[in-house]
Structure formats: structure tokens, C-alpha cells
């Protein structure tokens, strides 16, 4: 039987629109990003290399990892382009008060 948590990442003012942060949290390292007023939270690493995808390149609703190139979609976690070809994996963001929260 597996419990469900809560975590809080951050607040929704500290991310600003069409844009990225990283977040530590319950051992996670995540990227959360806000793009037409919604939250999209995922992995913050790369599934190609070493990249951190909170310090990517966000067009829309893709994100370029700053290392290889590759693309993700942050709505899905879908590899987009190449190089990757491992998603990246995404949490359903929430707005909670004025916190972005995560159910893990």
C-alpha cells in the first residue's frame, strides 16, 4: 500500500511566466515551469545527459535541454527531438494558496 504526499515546491510568484526553476524537494530534483498561467512540473535532469532542464531553453510548452539539444515536452514528458529517446518523467502540478504543490 503506497501513501501519497504533498509536497510544496514553491511559490507561484517565484516562477515567472514562459519560464523555469529548480526545485529540491523529498529527495527529488524537479524543474517547474509556467507557461499561460498554468504549472508544469518535471524531472530536472535531462534523460540524455547531464542537463539540467530548468536551465533549458522554453518555447511554449517545449523545453531544450541546455547540454545535448534534445527537446521535451513538459506537458507529456514526450521526447520531441533527438538526441534524447527516454521521456523525461512529469508530476501533476497544482496550485494550493499560492504554492505550486505536487502529489507524490
Known amino acids: 500500500m503506497s501513501v501519497e504526499q504533498r509536497i510544496e515546491l514553491c511559490r507561484t510568484a517565484a ?3 514562459g519560464q523555469a526553476i ?3 524537494a523529498a529527495g527529488l530534483t524537479l524543474a517547474v515551469f ?3 498561467g498554468e504549472f508544469f512540473v518535471t ?3 535531462c534523460t540524455h545527459g547531464p542537463g ?3 536551465e533549458g531553453f522554453l518555447d511554449g510548452y517545449e ?3 541546455d547540454f545535448h539539444g534534445g527537446c521535451f515536452d513538459i506537458r507529456s514528458g514526450e521526447v520531441t527531438a533527438p538526441p534524447c529517446m527516454e521521456p523525461v ?3 501533476r502540478a497544482e496550485v494550493s494558496g499560492d504554492h505550486v504543490v505536487v502529489t507524490l
Do not use: A, K, P
Open 15 to 17: 516562477v515567472e511566466e
Open 22 to 24: 529548480r526545485v529540491e
Open 34 to 36: 509556467r507557461v499561460n
Open 43 to 45: 524531472d530536472d535532469h
Open 52 to 54: 539540467s532542464l530548468s
Open 63 to 65: 523545453i531544450e535541454c
Open 89 to 91: 518523467r512529469t508530476y
